[in-house]
T-cell receptor
Framework: GAGVSQSPRYKVTKRGQDVALRCDPI?????LYWYRQALGQGPEFLTY????????KSGLPNDRFSAERPEGSISTLTIQRTEQRDSAMYRC???????????FGPGTRLTVL | QKEVEQDPGPLSVPEGAIVSLNCTYS??????FMWYRQYSRKGPELLMY????GNKEDGRFTAQVDKSSKYISLFIRDSQPSDSATYLC??????????FGKGTRLHILP
């Protein structure tokens, strides 16, 4: 594809439900990143992968958050037992192999009621 | 003290003016410095990318990094209404984890 795609674009869920957010990186990009962006703030790092290996998950807020990239391409960010404070824009980015030149997707707006 | 500090603005300037945006940081290990532009309801878009200290120019945009002062700047010459957006500074060390500033909202007045 031409760019990073994310689905769904919008997700409304009830508190306590699990959600799965999907990211499809630019074809050929080895590195994939997840960020969370609150309104009026810059993106906040959550975790990243090189190929299928999770390199750094230090930004995941707690153990309700997890991410995987089993075949080194599409990635899923899962939030279990969602809470209202999880409401935010979740953004995915990819890059060729590491490096700071990352290309961002349009994001998934998560609202937890 | 936050790792990256950036004035959120808003900053309003007339069309054609030179715009100066800047960030300070505290982590001396940062080596890669970026500026992203983010239009409303869109994802951040990489604008400028600099390694270590020095200047980099690309068209109307100039990025400056002063590692001794832990200070980075983005200059926009001949500003246009289409430059109106939020500008995010960002930086990282070798581990590829990018730390973003809050972003400065810029309005170019026609």
């Amino acid at each position: 594809g031409a760019g990073v795609s994310q689905s769904p674009r919008y997700k409304v869920t009830k508190r306590g439900q699990d959600v799965a957010l999907r990211c499809d990186p630019i074809s050929g990009h080895v590195s994939l990143y997840w960020y969370r962006q609150a309104l009026g703030q810059g993106p906040e790092f959550l975790t990243y992968f090189n190929y299928e290996a999770q390199q750094d998950k230090s930004g995941l807020p707690n153990d309700r958050f997890s991410a995987e990239r089993p075949e080194g391409s599409i990635s899923t960010l899962t939030i279990q037992r969602t809470e209202q404070r999880d409401s935010a824009m979740y953004r995915c980015a990819s890059s060729l192999l590491g490096g700071a030149e990352q290309f961002f997707g349009p994001g998934t707006r998560l609202t937890v009621l | 003290q936050k790792e990256v500090e950036q004035d959120p603005g808003p900053l309003s300037v007339p069309e054609g003016a030179i715009v100066s945006l800047n960030c300070t940081y505290s982590n001396s290990a940062f080596q890669y410095f970026m500026w992203y532009r983010q239009y409303s309801r869109k994802g951040p878009e990489l604008l400028m990318y600099t390694y270590s200290s020095g200047n980099k120019e690309d068209g109307r945009f100039t990025a400056q990094v002063d590692k001794s002062s832990k200070y980075i700047s983005l200059f926009i010459r001949d500003s246009q209404p289409s430059d109106s957006a939020t500008y995010l500074c960002a930086m990282s060390n070798r581990d590829d984890k990018i730390i973003f500033g809050k972003g400065t909202r810029l309005h170019i007045l026609p």
